[in-house]
């Protein structure tokens, strides 16, 4: 006997089984076999329709995917092109060689729906059919940096904000020091013309901020406040150190002092803007690394 034949015997065999079942409670045999078929046509009702089901919801599953890797993938070109914007913003950007420190920052668009992605619908959509070596760890970490990078984009403004209200405070009292050195200088061209002044009355001295402004010029008159430090507030304070019992020195050596911590404080924000800069730039080249082997994992 073929296997087709024993299932048909087998069929017969289970169909007469449950009509002698429904007769044992006084049931005739056509409305066993009603009842019967009303039971199958019932059950494959069932299974097709949570079979559509089932097609319907991985078709959906595979929509999804597709989607949020796409999504993930121009997450880490954006990324990557905030990381080389920023770094060659920092080439030019600096306090205190004359430039404005502007940094340009790409706006990254994917980010705010990456935030608000749904943890437990990411992972019903995302749940791999077999077991996959690191796939929890990669999950993790890929809400992780989203949160991450998201912090970092909110608070690198407010960051580079409170700088330099900082900043601006330190710029406005060093060019007061130097102005005001510069004042004093063009007091005493008018007032000398040209005159010669005794050593021991602080004509050396006098001579000396002469020529500290004459080279400043013959240099360009740089105003930046780089140059400005080094051409005159340090040239200034170096030549008091050398006539300490000269009567000018001391508004001269006030004004330069003022100027040169201002200065300093000047290049502590330079130095931390660009400290945090780079860090931001180096953040955004690591999210977008990573989430490329986050897409290989769970893809």
Request: hydrophobic share 40%; charged share 25%; glycine share 6%.
């Amino acid at each position: 006997m073929s296997r087709s034949e024993r299932a048909a015997l087998s069929s017969t065999i289970k169909m007469n089984q449950i009509i002698e079942y429904f007769r044992s409670w006084g049931v005739d045999a056509n409305t066993t076999v009603s009842v019967f078929i009303t039971l199958l046509t019932f059950s494959l009702g069932l299974l097709l329709t949570w079979m559509a089901g089932q097609a319907k919801s991985l078709k959906e599953k595979r929509s999804y995917k597709k989607s949020l890797v796409y999504i993930l993938r121009d997450f880490s070109k954006a990324c990557t092109t905030q990381n080389n914007t920023v770094i060659k913003s920092l080439e030019q950007a600096s306090l205190k060689k004359g430039n404005d420190f502007i940094i340009n920052f790409v706006p990254i668009g994917t980010l705010d729906y990456l935030n608000k992605l749904d943890f437990h619908i990411f992972l019903k959509n995302f749940e791999p059919f077999l077991f996959k070596k690191n796939y929890s760890k990669a999950i993790s970490k890929l809400f992780e940096l989203i949160a991450q990078i998201k912090a970092q984009n909110e608070n690198i403004v407010e960051f580079s904000r409170l700088l330099f209200e900082t900043y601006k405070k330190h710029e406005t009292q060093f060019y007061e020091g130097v102005n005001g050195l510069r004042k004093i200088h063009d007091e005493l061209g008018v007032q000398l013309n040209g005159t010669p002044i005794q050593k021991d009355k602080g004509g050396d001295l006098i001579q000396g901020y002469f020529r500290i402004f004459g080279e400043w010029q013959t240099n360009g008159e740089k105003t930046d406040i780089g140059s400005l430090h080094k051409e005159i507030v340090l040239q200034t304070i170096q030549l008091n150190k050398h006539h300490p019992n000269i009567p000018l020195i001391l508004p001269t050596n006030e004004l330069a002092l003022k100027a040169d911590a201002a200065y300093l404080n000047v290049e502590k924000i330079d130095g931390m803007l660009s400290k945090k800069c780079k860090d931001f730039a180096h953040f955004h080249r690591r999210a977008s690394r990573l989430t490329n082997l986050i897409i290989k994992i769970i893809e």
